[in-house]
């Protein structure tokens, strides 16, 4: 069982920079590939980045913008979110499963979200 808790959300201008935090409990962290999602209000949940130790994978939309780390001696993912446009705006979830995967169904444990918003 791993319990995700996302932080670091907020208002921001464009062209801005926020870093998301998400802390996981469980002695097993490390064993997770851990993804960020995010969702726009009447869109589908959309993959934005994800790293199982050094590895990482990260969207189209958000490649040269978003970097994703972790650390698992804390137990926590990092997603830090610089240049960011107004479509950015939406509620960014954190994710945990065994397998390395890009899509929301194969992702076991979720966070509750926290809120972006881009203002132009």
């Known amino acids: 069982q791993v319990q995700l808790v996302e932080s670091g959300g907020g208002l921001v201008q464009a062209g801005g920079s926020l870093r998301l935090s998400c802390a996981g409990s469980g002695r097993t962290f490390s064993n997770y590939y851990m993804a960020w999602f995010r969702q726009a209000p009447g869109k589908e949940r959309e993959f934005v980045a994800a790293?199982?130790?050094?590895?990482?994978t990260v969207a189209d939309s958000v490649k040269g913008r978003f970097t994703i780390s972790r650390d698992n001696a804390k137990n926590t993912v990092y997603l830090q979110m610089n240049s960011l446009k107004p479509e950015d705006t939406a509620r960014y979830y954190c994710?945990?499963?065994?397998?390395?995967?890009?899509?929301?169904?194969?992702?076991?444990?979720w966070g509750q979200g926290t809120q972006v918003t881009v203002s132009s």
């Open positions: 994710a945990a499963s065994r397998r390395v995967a890009s899509i929301a169904t194969a992702y076991d444990y």
């Open positions: 790293i199982m130790w050094s590895a990482v």
